[in-house]
């Protein structure tokens, strides 16, 4: 079974206008998110954007690309607008790579498309990583995920979860709690096109809206979301154009620059 990647792509961003189009070592920043892409196993990888300037770039360095609307509350929602535009039938499998994620391994996009065709009572499959801080545990900006024995989601939290109560029962410490191997959540997902085609008449659920968490809305509505640790940890994506310094830095130290 075959798999496509969807990469989204906007230009309008609060912290980093035309974030896809900034220069990374010579190269729109896209272009290595699709050149990532293009080393998986994807039989089609596509460009996904409101705005005509994204597109032109894209096209120029051979990208296929699909026009989108603008006016959409969600990723999840742009990226159902591309597989209905391109005609997928509801039992194909999308990747959605994110346009700001310029080192993503080709490896771990394999793994997650992998991973839902092994999984046919899932709608999605996704990642995680495990969390070896106290810092991180702690932090809301890095979501939480608890498995079952299968690999399937429990659920998704800012929160600490599960809470250790015994080795936080006098205050929490510097010290990571033994017992429990805690994992933090990797956005990759793989997508059944019917889920994508459910998910988008569904109303945004009350945890969901809690958490600020989209992929709440799937296990509101019963929809089995496949986790697996990731075979190999992304580096954290773009941001701010300080990320993207740091990233040029990584990049050119790995060409030994």
Known sequence: MSFSVIIPARYASSRFPGKPLADLN??????????????????????ATDDQRIADVARGFGAEVCMTSSDHPSGTDRLQEVVQTLGYYSDDIVVNVQGDEPMVPP?????VAHNLMAMPEAGIATLSEPIETVESLMNPNVVKVVTDTRGMAMYFSRAPMPWPRDAFMQGVTDEMPEGFDWQRHIGLYAYRVKMLNDFVRWSPAPLELTECL????ALWNGVGIHVAVADE??????DTPEDLARIAAIMAQGRGE
């Open 26 to 47: 010579g190269k729109p920043m896209l272009q290595h998110v699709y050149e990532r892409a293009c080393e998986s196993e994807a039989v089609r990888v596509v460009v």
């Open 107 to 111: 490896r771990i996009i394999n793994q």
């Open 214 to 217: 989209e992929q709440l809305r």
């Open 233 to 238: 940890i992304p580096p954290a994506g773009v």
